[in-house]
Each structure stands twice: as structure tokens, then as C-alpha cells.
């Protein structure tokens, strides 16, 4: 039978990939012979993948190949699995397969074994009938660095075809950094990747030239005659594998250990040439393996440490089908890189080098460690030292032995200053010689156990909304091993990343021992940069160090670095590769601060409330790394020195989406996808422009929302005015559900007429695929037709079309043409007194419209009770029910079709969303007016409506490509929008009132709050600039150095949505009633 899996290993780190290739190289007959089973490539690979937990829990796969077996018979097998246990549940699948197999055996398949006994399955027969019986095996267990960690991005991963030697199986522990480029190769040499990523896009880059290789080879053999059997056998052996990978990894950019099997027998492992990511391969007369870490090796298959070799960078393991193998050169070697983080914390600490390394770093502590003890008047006498599980023991371990030795060298001192005090002052002065040497000989380094694990939680790597809820149950403490108000604890861990896990759970744990002061010790240095090489530290804002650098920033004033820092990082991104250097300016974030002001103060930060013990933060510092690990000078980590040009560009992104206020990874599936996706647009600075870049950024198809220059509720990583619900959507009972948001962005661009060149610059270097310009003097000034004319794809209507507003006397003839109802002369004052006002929208690209299914109720007068002046509205609510589909349907033959048929006739083709003002009267609804941009309230209290995707709309007018069909609603829903001004407003009024309450406002079900007239001042009263407005806080509200103010008559618009208008009336005016500012005024 196939072998039982045997019981899990314990607690270890359980991040990263890690990946195990076997040759079996002697007949099938000679393992069943040797070992007692036909199973025995299939056992080692279990015990490999075991022996891997530590980098990677969330998949596994298993593939192997047969070799020399007849046509018909299957000779790829692969299974994969993202159970809970994925690895015990692959190989309990393929056992259970094995053993199916082997019930079927007939008769004659059994043979008496040469020793005798009972009889047996010919292994000849198990290899040709069974699955997982061939000679080669590749195998993966996975750590998804992506949120889509489907059984589909499991490895092994398998381009498959009906020629063997085009057939390829692909994994490996990689992250490729210019997976965009490689995709763009592949695209234009007419290959369609079914995604973008870097697992599918090396497995066709790598796929393309064994496909070119073999129509080369088999051009070659058919050209001298040979029969395609013929050709096809000579391909088998004569495949040069070297020179397959050599085309394909030219323009690679990353850290990697890639193995591919071809179907016939031949396969391989690439390593990077910086030696970012490790592998270690051992070959004898039975097997050739390689796998991610040398100890396994050593440990499933018995090896001495000297047979165990690392694969060097730059060069691949290549095995021929007939199991003679050969390093071969396949990239120039760049200087060696080999990852210290991964050493430190990844790797397998009985591996000799990571012992005896890890344990340096310890040591190299003790000196730092005692001068701050000292300094404090505490010593090793009232020091417990301890550390944190379970990857920091080792590092333990050396801080205690050098702690020991120091306290020899110190006793030492000691007892020659008695010896010497004895002998000088002779045996009757007194002096208790031998209670003096008692007293030395009692001094001990106290060490003690005083963590443990209480549950096994990854803290590491959890989704975002579950890992704090989660870390401050992971701990817990042995009591009675600290003296009270007395000792000082020292806790050594072997990194500080985030600090989640040290605020929410080890230091609230530790405090409750009641130490004098807690002392965490890291071994590693801080961790300032992302890692960008495939271990999950890719979210730059998530970093305590940087969170600790960006904090002192703003307290000293200086938060326009980070402005010039965005600045010059994004400008690198468009950037390919191979244009040339790449700077790493995320460094300048460090640059004021020493590394122990930054230690100050992510110690500040990560001190928990209420914490009675004094909390102190100690790290290694880079060049004690350097001294304790001198081979492994990969330290991007902590110095942001990244080997390769990509992983400078794409710490540079990471910076940039932390800036933009994106919480995507700075690489990955959706990282590279959002890279893909579009950059818009909006122009403008009003309610209704923060209205429309809120409802963009819910489109998946939308990467990022632009703003100029926006407003105060812009300022932010999302518009502000919906931060608590920028990735919600609610139902209709309030309730939320997430969605896409992509961030919105305020830019300074100015914005000068006539010819508008640093919009048009600003779009060509953002690579806008859409601009929205929402300002109705801007469309009046014909920006439109200047982007048009740029060939950037625009929203709104070209200057002729936009004189249905700025020109009274275009759209009154045009409205008489045509007979529509007009309404009559008004009282002067702007509104039709005494009657109803609705608004219908209509969007169009110039030939074909679609109309919004219901329309608004506008509230123009200023006060209660509709009185007061005629302002530019106070307020909508939609639908509204004096409009019924009957009428709706009127409306659009008897008024928009002709109107927008008109003006294609004159050629003014309207591209954009009219606004059509009536009033209802009783001979029905009459026109007051036409605006060509959507005006507010009338935009918040109609967007919220709005199903489907607005991106797709407006990019379908822009294009020339609207579908007639009408736009639609969420059913059963109202909305409401009460504006708040400033007082005295629409005469004369103050700006420059703080406001406060909106974080409130947000807590109402269905509440958003778009800004009009708001602005940011930061603390000294200096007006912030739009790039500079972002707020750099990581939970979507203003920092404490910035205040949002008023700066005009309409200041902000609150919009609630419920399942009827009294519902989202009440949660309006709840919401509205939670905002504050000087003389506020709303009806």
C-alpha cells in the first residue's frame, strides 16, 4: 500500500513558498527491492513537503511524470489542494489513487519476490497502471502573497500539449518584479496570457521558447529526412534546455528558484543571478534532488552536510531524460544577494549556518542591551532575560551565552579585586573573604521562559480585518517568573514588522507580570523597506518604522517630503526596466531621523494603553547583521539597497500606493492589475465632482481617480466625504457589503485656458484613459475640445454644445425651433414660483442617449417652508414622485430626442449628461433651463441610485459607443440631500470655521457626505496645497495636524439613501445634525 501520512511538525514560521524536485534514477524493481515499496520517490516527497510547513500552509500540489511509457497511457499526474491541511489532504488524494491502482492489478501482474514470500504487484506494471509511479516529482507548498488564492494558483502549474516535449509542468519560490513587461512581450509576439501574473506569465515566456525549440529541432531533423516518429525522438534527446531558458529569462527582473518538468523526461531548477532566493541540491547514484532549504535534504534522504550544495546564481540544474545532469550558465551572476531576512526568520534553524548565525545576532545584542541597563541603574542582577516563540530561540540562545560569558569576565574582575584587596590588607582587617566570593560566585544570568504560544493564530499573515482581533489571543505568560516592580523583563524577538502584534498582544501579556520595565530586543535591524521578492511585507504603509518616520514628519513639520517623495516615484513607474536606473527616493522618508529617534518612537507607538511597565525597543543594528551574517548581504529590508533596478521600482510603487491611499500589495495579481487598470480624470472642484470621483472609484475597471484640483473632501487616500464607506455599498436596510474603491487622488494641475497644456501633459503622462471635466466654466472655455484634440477620451460637451447653457440666447431659439414647452417668464429671481422643480438627466455620445429612469426634486429657496432667496440649491431628494415613467417617457421623445438631434444637425454633437430643469405645472412640465454639466445637489442625491458601473457610461459616451437603453436604479431605494452653507449665504459670509463631526455623520446607515466649499489648513493655519492635503494617517481620517475648514457659501452635502424618502430623510438629518462649524445654516 502507499504510505499513511505521518503526524504534522510543530510550530513554525508559516510564510513563504517552498518547492522539492526528485530524479528517481534506478529501475523501479531497485527502490521495491531496496525499500520495501514501489512508493518510495512518492514517500521522500511527503517527508519534503512535511518538512516545509514552515513556508507554506495554504496549497500544495504534487506532479509527476513517467518516462518511456506507450502512447494512451497518461504519464502527467497532478493534484493540488487548499484544504485546511492542504498538504496532508494531496497526498492522502494521491494515496488513495495509489491504492486503487494497485486493487486493480490482475493476476498476472503478481509476482513471487526473489527472497520469496507472498506475492507481490510487478513494479513494471505499477509504473505503466498506477498514477504518481513515474520517476519524476515536483512538488510545491504555497504561501499566497495575493488575496486570490484559488486551487488555480497552485502549483505545479501545466501548459499542456500532445507533443511530450512541449508539455511543461512549472513551480517555484519566485516574485517576479516586471511582470507587466513580460506580460506586454508576451502580448506583442501574438500570445494572449490568460492573466496577469507572474506564475502564468513565466509558464508561457518559458512555454514560448520550448515551443520554439522544438519546431527549430524538428525543422532541422525533417529537412535531413527523418520521419516525424523519428524527429520527434531526436527532439527528446538533443532539446536544449539552457538555451530554452537563456531566451526566456533575458528580461527577467526578480528574486526566484524556478523548476519545470517537460513531459518527456527532461527538467530543471533557475535560480536568480543575485542569489535572492535560495535552493540546494544533492545527487548520487539513486536520485537527484533539489529543494528550497539544505537540512530537509539532509534529513529525508540521510545526507552528509558536505553532499548538500547550494545551486549557484545565475545558473540552472538541467537533467536530461536520460538522468545525466549539468550545471549550466544561463545568466552573467551579479554580486551575491542571498536574502538575510529569509535567513533569519524563514529558514530552518538546524541547518548548521542559520544555528550558529542566528545565534551571533544574539550576541551582538548584549552590548547595546547593557548600556541601556546601565543607564537606567539596573544590571544583570535584576534582568530576567526571555524571548518570544518560536523562530527567536536560537538568537536566545546566543544572547545568553554572551551574557554569561560577560558575566565570567566581570566575576573574573571581581575575584581578582578581592584576591588583590585580601593580600593587601591581610587576614585581620576583617574583610570576609569568603562571603565576598559567595557573593560572586551567586551572580547568574536569570533566564526564564516567561512567553508561549497559547494558540496556534498566523499572525503573520491573516487578512487585514481579522489579524488584530486575533494576535491578542496568541500569548500568554509563565506567572511567578518576575519579581513585581523590581526586575526589568527582556523579550527577544527575531523581528518587529508591523508592532500590531506587539501592541495588541505581547506587551499587554508581558504587563500583566508587573516588571519594572519591558525591554523588547529584535535581532533583525528595523524593517524600514517592503520586501519585493515574495515574502508578504509589501504594504509600505503597514511597516513600523515607516508609520514611526511619517508620524515625526508631520510633528516637525516636514509632510512635504512625503509630497516631493510621491512626486518622484510615480514619476519612475511608467518607466520600463530597461530605460535605465532606477532611485530608490522612499529613503529620503528616513533621512531627518537617527535610527534611535525612529526607535523612540514606534516604541511610543506600539505601547499599549494603560501599560504600567516602562516599554524600551532595541534593535540590531545593519552592520551587526553584516558582522553575524556576512554571506547573506541581501539587507533591502532595512537599508532599501534592492539588487535588481525592478525591486527599486516597485518599492517605489509601494510607497505611491500608500500615498494614493491604495491598499493593494505592491506586487501581485492585483497589484499588477491595478498597474493595468485606468487612471481617470475628474476637472473640478465642486460638490458634484466629488460626487462623480466617488462614484468612479467603485468601478473595478478604474485603478485610480485624479481630481483638479479638488476640494477639502479630496484630500485624502479616498474623497473624504465617504471615507468610512469608501468600500461599502448599502442595501436596503443599511446595511453595507464591500466593494472596489479604488483611491482618489488631488492633483495639482493648473488648469490655464485657452490651450490647457499641463492638463493635456498631465493626462499623457498619467496615461488617462478617460477625463471627466465637471466644471461648467471650464467646458464654456472648451477644455473639452482642447483634450479631444490630444486624443485623450473625454466627458463633456465640446464648447458649441456647452452654449445650451452659457448662451440664454443659443438655447432659447434652439428650445422655440423646436416648440418645446417653455415655462413662463419666472418672477426674477431665478425660480418658477409655485410650482414643482424637478431635474432629468440624460447621458449621450453625440448620437445615441440613455436616460436616468427617474428624476430629482430640486430645493432652491433658501429657508424653510420655501422661503427666503433663490439659491443654487439646498437640497434633493430622488426619485421623485411626481414623476412618473409615463411622463419620463414623454419627456424623452417629445424633448430630448428632438434637442439632441438639433444639435447634431448644427454640429454641435452633444457628448456628455445634459441636465434638463423643469418646472410641473398644471398643463405639464416646462423647460426653465438646460445645464451641460450635472449640477449639486442634484449629482449627490442621484449617484447613490445608480446601479451599475458609471465608468462604463461615461466611457461609452466618450467613445461614441452608448447603447440606447435606459440606465438603472437600485430598486426601491430614495435618496436625500441636504446641504449645510456657511451663514448669510447666498449674500455675504465667512469662510475660515473649523469643522468637525463628519467621522459622525459617517456612522449614520446609508450617510455620505460630499465637500463644496471645504479646505485643509495644516495646524500652523498655512493653506495646504492639493498634493499636499493627503492625509497620512492610515485610517482615512485627518491627521492631528491638519483641520478641515469652510471656504464658501455651500460648504458640504450630506446624502442619505433608505428604503423610502422618509427613511433617508431621517437618516439625512441625523447625519446632518452630527456636523458643527461656525454659523452653519441648512433647511
Known sequence: QAPPPVATMGDEPHHECGFAMLRLLKPWEYYKEKYGTSFYGLNRMYLMMEKQRNRGQDGCGIANVKLDVPPGVKYI?????????????VFERVQNMANAGLQRAPPEALITPPGGGPPQVDPLWVKEHVPFAGELFLSHVR????????????????????????????AGNFNITNNEDLFSSLVQIGQHPRELSDT??????????VDKENNDLYVKYSATGQAPRTCFSLIAENLNVARVLRRASSDWDGGYCIAGVLGHGDSFVLRDPCGIRPAFYMANNEVIVVASEAPLIQTVFGASEDSVHPLPPGQALVIKRSGNWKLESVLAPQPLKQCSFERIYFSRGNDAGVYRQREHLGRLLLAPLMKILEADGDSLANTVLSFIPNTAELAFNGLVKEAQDEMSRRQAVLIKEIMERTKREGAGSGFDVEEALRRVGAMTVRTEKVVHKDAKIRTFIQEDSSREGLTMHAYDVHYGTVRAKEDVLVALDDSIVRGNTLKNAILRTLDRLGPKSILVLSSCPQIRYPDVYGIDMAKMGDLAAFKAAVTMLQERGQEGILAEVYRACRSQLSRPLASGDFVNHVRRVYEPFTPDEISAKICQQVTPAGCKAKIGILFNTVDALHVA???FAGDWYFTGNYPTPGGTKVCCRAFVLWFEGSSARCYGVSSAASCAQTPVLVIGNGGSEHALAWKLSQSHEVGCVYVAPGNGG????????????NAEHDDAKGSTARVHSAPVIPVDVPLTPPHFKEVKDFCRERSIVLAVVGSEQLLHEGLADVLRSAGVPTFGPSQAAAELESSQA????????LGLPMAAASNGDGDASGFPEVSVLAFSDGVNFAMVPAATQDQKRCNDEDRGPVTDGMGAFAPSPLVDE?????????????????????????????????????????????KTSISEPVAQAMFPLLDGDLFEVLSACAGSRLKREPLTLRRNQSTVAVVLTSGGYPGPFQSGHAITGIERALCVPGAHVFHTGTTVEIAEGVNATPTARRSFTSNNSYSFSQKLMTCGGRVLTVAAIGRSLHEARERAYVAVRAINFTDAHYR
Open 886 to 930: 409615463e411622463m419620463l417617457k414623454s419627456l424623452e421623445e417629445n424633448v430630448l430626442r428632438p434637442l439632441f438631434d438639433a444639435m447634431r444637425s448644427e454640429g454641435r454633437h452633444f457628448s456628455g449628461c445634459l441636465q434638463t430643469e423643469l418646472v410641473l405645472t398644471p398643463s405639464g412640465p416646462r423647460i426653465l433651463g438646460f
Open 714 to 725: 479630496i484630500s485624502g487616500q479616498t474623497a473624504h466625504g465617504h471615507a468610512h464607506r
Open 143 to 170: 504561501y499566497g502573497t495575493d488575496s486570490d488564492n484559488s486551487i488555480d494558483r497552485c502549483h505545479p502549474v501545466m501548459r499542456e500539449s500532445n507533443w511530450m516535449t512541449r508539455s511543461l509542468l512549472l
Open 200 to 209: 502564468v506569465t513565466l509558464l508561457e515566456k518559458i512555454g514560448h521558447f
Open 77 to 89: 499526474h497532478c493534484e493540488k489542494s487548499i484544504a485546511a491541511d492542504p498538504i496532508k489532504d
Open 810 to 817: 443659443f438655447s432659447k431659439t434652439l428650445v422655440q425651433k
Open 629 to 631: 551574517m556576512p554571506e
